[in-house]
């Protein structure tokens, strides 16, 4: 989401000016002429992979961003995303169709400890080597420690950090010294972060027998994608990027493809793909909230001014501040700036939601017009006046008042079941801020 200061003035300075305008204050600008604006025609989401004469998968993991396949001499199988219940389970299931299997190919950002420990053991039952082509990070090192013959392609990467808990951090640390690597190995990945990540190279990685080995092997079957497109890692995983990815399929494209090229540079740095990230959603939110049905707008706009009056009660200054980190630098509690931006993440997982199942198409002019009439309705009744003009475009200067402003209006529009055109019109000026309502 962008700035709340520029979100702010989208939504609220149409308004007021609309409302001067309609006092005698100011001449009015060119009217729009009346446009019709059309949802796409056609939607297309990220493709799901069937797995093929498996057992029935555990029903308590309904989403899973896994592939597993074999090769067609029978002898390799590949495991390419997630590990989570649904993929141990798919993969245990191929490998128990395809007994000549003798080796596993593997790339993934990881998972949960449980399924990465129950195909550990299943690795060290077959006896598996374990090729590692493009990256194996967190969990996944876990099934790979397991092999007997662990084998990197050259310029692949192995990353290590910390459990998320401390239980699964001692878990982690048994079963990786178990499997022979040596203790200051292992300390060096739990002195990570579980926020971070390590990335020996791959002269550390000898010397510890993390890899038995760096070479090439023959060129596995074709993949069905690139392995770009299941890249869950640097936080990608997340209701709101499984609903941005159905909605914008193009730009979660973009996405993924940054996090594989960022996985393969020589030093990954996140920076870059986190602000890709938040422009692509975004634009994406531009896009869909104004076309997208009423509860779903009114859910939105319920949670932008929930998050707006909890930055308001805990630091006045940080209702200027959309982004959580942005918050917290200003001083404002990180528990309450993690809570108002869950507010927003839940909503903007709807609003995609909705825009990629039932887009929906409006008159621009008339909802702008509605807008218009909600501000003379404000103006009579004194909730807006001269000076919020003032407050509104140097929101800086006071920005409790700023809040006070904004949560007063949405309220009130909240609560009039007539004004859904109002906050429709609202969701135009934020895709288009600097148009003229």
Not at 21 to 30: D, E, F, I, M, S
Not at 37 to 62: G, M, Y
Not at 338 to 343: W, Y
Request: hydrophobic share 50%; charged share 20%.
């Amino acid at each position: 989401m962008r700035h709340a200061t520029g979100m702010l003035a989208a939504l609220l300075l149409p308004l007021a000016l609309a409302a001067c305008v309609t006092a005698g204050k100011g001449q009015p600008g060119a009217q729009p002429a009346t446009q019709t604006v059309t949802p796409p025609s056609t939607l297309h989401s990220t493709p799901q992979t069937a797995v093929t004469s498996a057992p029935a998968p555990p029903p308590a993991e309904i989403l899973s961003n896994h592939r597993v396949r074999v090769s067609k001499d029978e002898l390799s199988v590949e495991l390419l995303g997630e590990i989570d219940q649904l993929a141990a389970w798919d993969l245990t299931a191929l490998l128990g169709r395809y007994p000549k299997a003798k080796r596993l190919w593997i790339t993934s950002p990881g998972g949960k400890l449980g399924p990465a420990l129950a195909l550990a053991e299943v690795v060290a039952d077959r006896h598996l080597a374990v090729y590692v082509p493009l990256f194996c990070v967190s969990a996944c090192t876990v099934v790979l420690s397991a092999a007997r013959e662990r084998i990197l392609a050259p310029g692949a990467r192995l990353g290590y950090h910390s459990a998320s808990a401390p239980l699964g951090d001692q878990t982690m640390a048994e079963a990786l010294a178990a499997n022979g690597l040596p203790a200051p190995f292992i300390a060096r990945i739990q002195a990570t972060p579980f926020s971070s990540m390590w990335y020996p190279s791959q002269q550390e990685l000898l010397a510890a027998g993390a890899v038995t080995a760096v070479r090439a092997l023959p060129a596995a079957p074709k993949l069905e994608g690139d392995p770009g497109l299941l890249i869950d890692w640097a936080r990608l995983d997340s209701a709101e990027l499984r609903a941005f990815a159905k909605a914008f399929p193009a730009s979660m494209a973009e996405i993924r493809a940054a996090a594989l090229a960022d996985l393969a540079a020589a030093r990954p740095s996140q920076e870059a793909l986190v602000a890709l990230v938040q422009q692509k959603v975004s634009d994406g939110l531009d896009e869909a909230l104004p076309r997208v049905e009423e509860p779903v707008l009114r859910l939105f706009f319920k949670s932008f001014r929930n998050l707006l009056a909890t930055r308001f009660d805990s630091l006045p200054g940080g209702c200027l501040y959309a982004g959580g980190a942005a918050a917290v630098a200003v001083g404002m509690d990180a528990a309450d700036a993690a809570k108002a931006g869950d507010l927003i993440a839940a909503a903007t997982t709807q609003v995609f939601v909705a825009y990629a199942a039932h887009p929906v198409s409006f008159s621009s002019a008339a909802v702008l017009e509605r807008m218009r009439a909600f501000s003379r309705r404000l103006w009579s009744a004194g909730v807006l006046r001269e000076a919020d003009v003032a407050v509104l475009e140097h929101p800086e200067r006071n920005p409790r008042r700023v809040c006070d402003i904004v949560v007063t209006i949405l309220d009130r529009a909240l609560a009039d079941p007539t004004a859904v055109d109002v906050l429709r019109g609202w969701a135009v000026q934020i895709s288009a801020p600097a148009a003229s309502p």
